[in-house]
């Protein structure tokens, strides 16, 4: 139940949980819209291939710069919806995402599809910039920690629900269904949005477009956060393949009836349950220390989604969990690997972006941090556009092969891992040398100031 207008112009009180109804209305609208883009984005290259007739490469490509755009566009869509007011950008934010949503639902053609790609992707890029800004113009000093966890929490519990509901829409109603499942969670998003949805007195707040872009242009230019970015590229490369890679990887080793969306499901599962205490045995270690802790991680993770067939030539094809229920081993080594990448968040995430607020100037904290997830603009580029052509050499399209070929084909598709192994072996490596750079650059930094 939503709260009532009146609450909102109640003054907070010492209760952690108390906020204003905006917040709620909020954090509960974003719950759809994530419930929303994660059943498409778990499908999105089987559905740019299966349905609109794209090659693996294209349906790749594309899904990568449709990823991309969604990281790379909210600090500018955000300068827009400050000069227009939050509610009204968040209406036109929602209307754009369900016409979007229903539209690659309705018209599966490749002239419609790229079209409705990039209204999902302004959309969802406004939604991104308003709802944290809204979070932190709703919240104290005092609460704005706890604001952010219900928030981050809002967005882990829709990712989770938009993806269980995505497998038994496909397999019952097809891919199709699934954006229209969307579109009704954006279009119930915007009648809440409508109706108890304040609008945010932010007069001379917010930055004009241009500044936003001057601030990009600084952040690209600062050398040690640029370097930085790359580097976890590496980890956000392997991470993308749970919607690049596996869905098309396991449905084609394993058969129709698995579920990649319940395999991707793990990653938010272990994040929600894991992040809080690493973060906390944490807390007393340097930032890039836990980061090269979780860079570590990613080959390891790559390497057991590689090593199904190890654990087929001893279990065979079916492995038995204590007589309660069997999975096939590429599922099983699927999952292992997906555990330890969300392990591997618990240790990067919080502290890059601690490490990457700590580098900005005073006063410019929320600008570079709007840009500091630029690592997933080029890991999406760069992730999905590899799966594109990894999946055509080592797991093709069955569609493209004939009864005779079907039989081999599959046989060296775990290649496949090991290329993402490679990727996260050289981020992890990469890590700890530029820990040491930095050392040495911020003692000598230390030193100068202490003779001037």
Same mark, same amino acid.
């Given at each position: 139940m939503l709260p009532s207008h009146s609450e909102e112009?109640?003054?907070?009180?010492?209760?952690?949980?108390?906020?204003?109804?905006?917040?709620?209305?909020?954090?509960?609208?974003?719950?759809?819209?994530?419930?929303?883009?994660?059943?498409?984005f778990i499908a999105i290259t089987l559905y740019l &291939?299966?349905? +609109?007739?794209? =090659?693996?490469?294209?349906a790749a490509w594309i899904g990568g710069v449709f990823s991309a755009g969604m990281y790379f566009l909210p600090p500018f869509t955000g300068a827009f919806a400050d000069k227009i007011?939050?509610?009204?950008?968040?209406?036109?934010?929602?209307?754009?995402?369900?016409?979007?949503?229903?539209t690659l639902g309705a018209l599966p053609y490749k002239t419609a599809v790229i079209p409705a790609l990039v209204i999902?992707?302004?959309?969802?890029?406004?939604?991104?910039?308003?709802? &944290?800004?809204? +979070?932190?113009? =709703?919240?104290?000093?005092e609460k704005r920690a706890r604001g952010y966890s219900i928030f981050y929490g809002m967005v882990n519990i829709g990712s989770f629900l938009g993806k269980t509901f995505a497998f038994p829409l496909r397999l019952k109603w097809g891919l199709e269904s699934i954006n229209y499942y969307s579109a009704a969670m954006t279009f119930i998003a915007l009648l809440v949005v409508f109706f108890y949805y304040r609008e945010i007195r932010n007069e001379g707040e917010g930055k004009s477009l241009r500044e936003v872009w001057n601030g990009f242009v600084r952040v690209t230019t600062k050398g040690r956060l640029v370097v930085l970015i790359i580097i976890v590229t590496g980890f956000w490369i392997i991470q993308h393949q749970m919607y690049a890679t596996m869905p098309k990887y396991v449905l084609r080793t394993v058969g129709e009836h698995a579920s990649p969306e319940w395999?991707?499901?793990?990653?938010?599962f272990v994040v929600m349950t894991c992040v809080v205490i690493v973060t906390h045995f944490m807390k007393h270690v340097k930032a890039l220390s836990s980061m090269i802790v979780g860079m570590l991680l990613m080959p390891i993770s790559a390497l057991l989604m590689a090593s199904s067939t190890l654990v087929q030539?001893?279990?065979?094809l079916s492995i038995s969990f204590f007589g309660l229920f069997s999975a096939h081993p590429i599922t099983v080594m699927l999952i292992a690997g997906i555990v330890v990448q969300g392990l591997a968040e618990c240790f990067i995430s919080p502290?890059?972006?601690?490490?990457?607020?700590?580098?900005?100037?005073k006063g410019e904290e929320g600008l570079y941090l709007g840009f500091s997830h630029l690592h997933s603009f080029l890991s999406s580029l760069l992730g999905f556009g590899l799966s594109g052509y990894l999946l055509t050499a080592y797991c093709p399209d069955p569609r493209t092969l004939s009864a005779e070929q079907l039989h081999h084909a599959y046989d060296n598709a775990y290649y496949i891992w090991y290329y993402f192994a490679a990727i996260g072996f050289?981020?992890?490596i990469a890590l700890p040398i530029y820990q040491r750079i930095m050392e040495r650059i911020e003692k000598n930094e230390a030193r100068t100031v202490q003779r001037s």
């Open positions: 112009q109640k003054p907070h009180t010492t209760s952690s949980w108390k906020f204003p109804a905006t917040f709620w209305t909020a954090n509960i609208v974003e719950l759809f819209e994530r419930s929303a883009f994660y059943a498409v &291939t299966r349905v +609109v007739g794209f =090659n693996d490469i294209w007011g939050f509610r009204k950008a968040i209406l036109f934010a929602f209307t754009l995402l369900t016409i979007g949503y229903f999902l992707m302004i959309g969802g890029s406004l939604i991104k910039s308003i709802i &944290t800004g809204t +979070v932190a113009k =709703n919240t104290t000093a395999i991707a499901n793990v990653n938010p030539s001893f279990g065979g502290r890059y972006l601690e490490f990457f607020s700590l580098h900005a100037p050289v981020a992890a």
